[in-house]
């Protein structure tokens, strides 16, 4: 599983080279697509069902491909982008137990997207695009015994073409808890219409681009995610924060969270000029660590959010600061510090 996730972690950094360490909650525009799903072709083998009525079983873990040309536009949902007209085909399963999945498309050879809708039809989860090349990944979803699921293959735009799906089992999900002592964000619920107005940084104008505050040595426990903006445009949450460095003008912080999340230090400190000085990325469930810099006892910008634009609910992150250790200075004349060494 950690070969899994370091492979993941450098796929990940290589999205983030693309997007440029985008530090906006909402995704950047996606170029239009102007295909148009090609007319269904009776001659095509369909290796999964045209709609949720005529679904093929499919059993954990499985390995799929196929393609989607020739099958008709029945479904799509926004994550995080609309209008798509594509084809798309659906599978069904269930599991005999509680579990946690990714479900990777991988090597798919068109701009996928992928959903997931429990018996009731509510979405479960959804992805556009995980992968620079625009293919998609769900990571982390939930899975209850004894319900029926279905699993949708779609695309953006009008894309279609051939796909690869594979399911892997998540064995090493956490549940974050704060320890007696953290500093708690305190972050109203990101429900549905919520306006960030808590520690939203420089993306949060509108509210006098709030900071958080990381002080001293307390170590800190915090909440991130994802929600619909009023007009039902998907976000995630960003945290900014304001640190004060210790004499030498060094500070590790270590970030440990339920999903795969990004530290940054950021630079200038100036709302119409900032980018990202450094980044760290956390895989789910791992400490990874970030040492900032700057002047002795001087400020510095640190960011914390999701990887990806889209995903469900909220989840929890705690972030470690070292000791700072302050060493008083005694003056000693050089026969004293001579008899140290004897």
């Avoid at 910008?301 to 992150?317: A, K, N, R, S």
Wanted: aromatic share 14%.
């Amino acid at each position: 599983m950690k070969i899994l996730r370091i492979a993941q972690m450098f796929l990940l950094l290589a999205a983030a080279t693309a997007m440029a360490l985008d530090l906006g909650p909402a995704a950047p525009p996606k170029p239009e697509s102007t295909r148009r799903p090609p007319p269904p072709d009776p001659a095509v083998l369909r290796q999964g069902g045209d709609t949720i009525a005529d679904a093929v079983q499919i059993w954990f873990p499985f390995f799929l491909t196929g393609t989607t040309v020739g099958y008709t536009d029945d479904y799509d949902e926004v994550c995080p982008y609309t209008q798509s007209t594509s084809p798309d085909v659906v599978y069904t399963f269930a599991l005999p137990y509680d579990t946690w999945t990714d479900i990777d498309m991988d090597g798919s050879t068109y701009d996928t997207k992928i959903y997931i809708y429990d018996e009731e039809l509510t979405l479960i989860a959804c992805n556009d695009d995980f992968y620079p090349d625009y293919v998609s990944k769900l990571e982390n979803v939930p899975l209850l015994a004894d319900v029926t699921y279905y699993l949708v293959i779609d695309g953006y735009g009008g894309d279609a073409g051939d796909y690869v799906v594979t399911s892997m089992w998540i064995d090493d999900f956490c549940d974050v808890e704060p320890a007696p002592g953290m500093n708690v964000e305190n972050e109203p619920p990101l429900v549905d219409g919520y306006l960030d107005a808590h520690n939203g940084g420089c993306n949060s104008p509108d509210f006098g681009d709030p900071f958080g505050v990381l002080g001293g040595d307390a170590h800190f426990f915090g909440r991130s995610g994802w929600y619909l903006s009023v007009d039902g445009e998907q976000f995630r949450d960003t945290d900014w924060f304001v640190h004060q460095l210790g004499p030498d003008g060094v500070r590790s912080i270590t970030v440990f969270a339920e999903e795969d999340t990004y530290i940054f230090q950021l630079g200038p400190q100036d709302c119409a000029e900032v980018g990202v000085l450094q980044n760290v990325l956390a895989p789910a469930c791992e400490d990874m660590t970030l040492t900032v810099t700057g002047e002795p006892f001087g400020t510095v910008w640190i960011w914390v959010g999701p990887t990806i634009f889209d995903g469900q609910g909220e989840y929890d992150y705690t972030l470690s600061l070292d000791p700072l250790d302050v060493v008083g200075v005694q003056s000693k004349s050089w026969s004293s510090v001579q008899g140290l060494f004897r």
